[in-house]
Antibody, heavy 122, light 106 residues
Framework: QVHLVESGGGVVQPGRSLRLSCAASGFIFSNYAMHWVRQAPGKGPEWVAAMWYDDGSNEFYADSVKGRFTISRDNSKNTLFLQMNSLTHGDTAVYYC??????????????WGQGTLVTVSS | EIVMTQSPATLSVSPGERATLSCRASQSVRSNLAWYQQKPGQAPRLLMYGASTRASGLPARFSGSGSETEFTLIISSLQSEDFAVYYCQQYNNWPRTFGQGTKVEI
């Protein structure tokens, strides 16, 4: 079955960087677009970034993270990454990686990891 | 970016009653609209995609409708496990965007 496991969260000072990973299993990773979605404490989900299935030609970002965050993937290792730079208090959230229902398309996020908590605090 | 607006923010209903949740997009998203359910401490769960297609295993008491800018999720007879927060999300345009949620409570 589909399994997504995020890691790399923790407490970080404002202005610093953090890199999140999402290890995927149970499906052909290279055939799927992959997303990062975050959820601040007590708030709703906020879509963060996505990368198309073809290994880097298409990346998409929320305005709130554009220029600071970079999504990438290693299809040989079935792993999705999120490099987060210049972190601010507003980036404090649980970060989920998520996979769409179908390969090659983006039609609703059917599979989610358990999330990793990022806390930006001095 | 497309702004998704959900109403009401909170819906108070009793088990067995019908719940109607609304989602409005600031511009057309065609039928590229998904609904999610989230319970405390859990990741969101996909309920509906294509505005009206139930995800695998979803009970028939859930139904979705709408297109372009106006969407509705109906739970025909609320069960205890349906009390949760519901979010809509458009996947027609980048960036993808979620609504702020409707909490369905007793």
């Amino acid at each position: 079955q589909v399994h997504l496991v995020e890691s790399g969260g923790g407490v970080v000072q404002p202005g610093r960087s953090l890199r999140l990973s999402c290890a995927a299993s149970g499906f052909i990773f290279s055939n799927y677009a992959m997303h990062w979605v975050r959820q601040a404490p007590g708030k709703g989900p906020e879509w963060v970034a996505a990368m198309w299935y073809d290994d880097g030609s298409n990346e998409f970002y929320a305005d709130s993270v554009k220029g600071r965050f970079t999504i990438s993937r290693d299809n040989s290792k079935n792993t999705l990454f999120l490099q987060m730079n210049s972190l601010t208090h507003g980036d404090t959230a649980v970060y989920y990686c998520a996979r769409p229902r179908q390969p090659y398309l983006d039609t609703g996020l059917a599979h989610w990891g358990q999330g990793t908590l990022v806390t930006v605090s001095s | 970016e497309i702004v998704m607006t959900q109403s009401p923010a909170t819906l108070s209903v009793s088990p067995g009653e019908r719940a109607t949740l609304s989602c409005r997009a600031s511009q057309s998203v065609r039928s590229n609209l998904a609904w999610y359910q989230q319970k405390p401490g859990q990741a969101p769960r996909l309920l509906m995609y294509g505005a009206s297609t139930r995800a695998s295993g979803l009970p028939a008491r859930f139904s979705g409708s709408g297109s372009e800018t106006e969407f509705t999720l109906i739970i025909s007879s609320l069960q205890s496990e349906d009390f949760a927060v519901y979010y809509c999300q458009q996947y027609n345009n980048w960036p993808r965007t979620f609504g702020q949620g409707t909490k369905v409570e007793i």
